[in-house]
């Protein structure tokens, strides 16, 4: 089965750096997404890490260490608009479609 | 492009009735969509996936026979919930996949099913 842990609330400052994290455990590991939500939304595409190392997207930034089942999304710059759910998804290729797999979600707050 | 549509967005039915909802990828075609539910502060559920002419896979503890499935084509699939109950009332989402390997699922705006 898949166990995917990230922390459930988060709040940051407009302006600085936030880094939200997600561990995982999975027997086919085949990839991790990170996926934005605001509220009553579907999720929006982030980021994607399937090599060890550091994915960077403007400013998100994703890593992801394979060996330590660990993952994090980084957001710089924060803006109000950043306030949402941040999903952490891992794809297992061993379930036979390569399904994705999501936590549990970490909501973010953005304040002044 | 890769824009994957839902209808309804939301809709009302009373317990006992069945509800369909449809999901389709606009401007591509999907070999696989996804059906998840997420209920209120928690995250998405994997409910199913079905491969275009294909029977579903239902993930453990999802009844097949309640949650019907149906990816008559590459460009769309519905999920008919049955003899619906309040239990049911959540936000499901479709999402779809060009192939196997691709790194990127498209998901759909959602339908919020509320079961009175």
């Known amino acids: 089965g898949q166990n995917i842990d990230q922390p459930t609330e988060m709040t940051a400052t407009e302006g600085a750096i936030v880094q939200i994290n997600c561990t995982y455990q999975?027997?086919?590991?085949?990839?991790l997404f990170w996926y934005q939500q605001h509220a009553g939304e579907a999720p929006t595409f982030l980021s994607y890490?399937?090599?060890?190392g550091l994915e960077e997207k403007g400013r998100f930034s994703s890593f992801l260490s394979r060996s330590k089942g660990y993952s994090y999304l980084l957001l710089k710059e924060l803006q109000m608009k950043d306030s949402a759910s941040y999903l952490c998804?891992?794809?297992?290729?061993?379930?036979?479609?390569?399904?994705?797999?999501f936590g549990t979600g970490t909501r973010l707050t953005v304040i002044p | 492009g890769a824009v994957v549509s839902q209808h309804p967005s939301w809709v009302i039915c009373k317990s006992g009735t069945s509800v369909k909802i449809e999901c389709r990828s606009l401007?591509?075609?999907?070999?696989?969509m996804f059906w998840y539910r997420q209920f209120p502060k928690q995250s998405l559920m994997l409910m199913a996936t079905?491969?275009?002419?294909?029977?579903?896979?239902?993930e453990q503890g999802v009844e097949k026979d309640k949650f019907l499935i149906n990816h008559a084509s590459l460009t769309l699939s519905t999920l008919t919930v049955t003899s619906a109950h309040p239990e049911d009332s959540s936000f499901y989402i479709c999402?779809?996949?060009?192939?196997?390997?691709?790194?990127?699922?498209?998901f759909g705006p959602g339908t919020r099913l509320t079961v009175t």
């Open positions: 401007d591509f075609q999907a070999t696989t």
């Open positions: 999975t027997s086919g590991f085949n990839g």
């Open positions: 890490n399937v090599l060890d």
């Open positions: 998804a891992v794809r297992d290729h061993q379930t036979g479609a390569n399904n994705l797999f």
């Open positions: 999402s779809a996949r060009v192939l196997a390997g691709e790194s990127e699922q498209y």
């Open positions: 079905s491969n275009e002419g294909s029977k579903a896979t239902y």
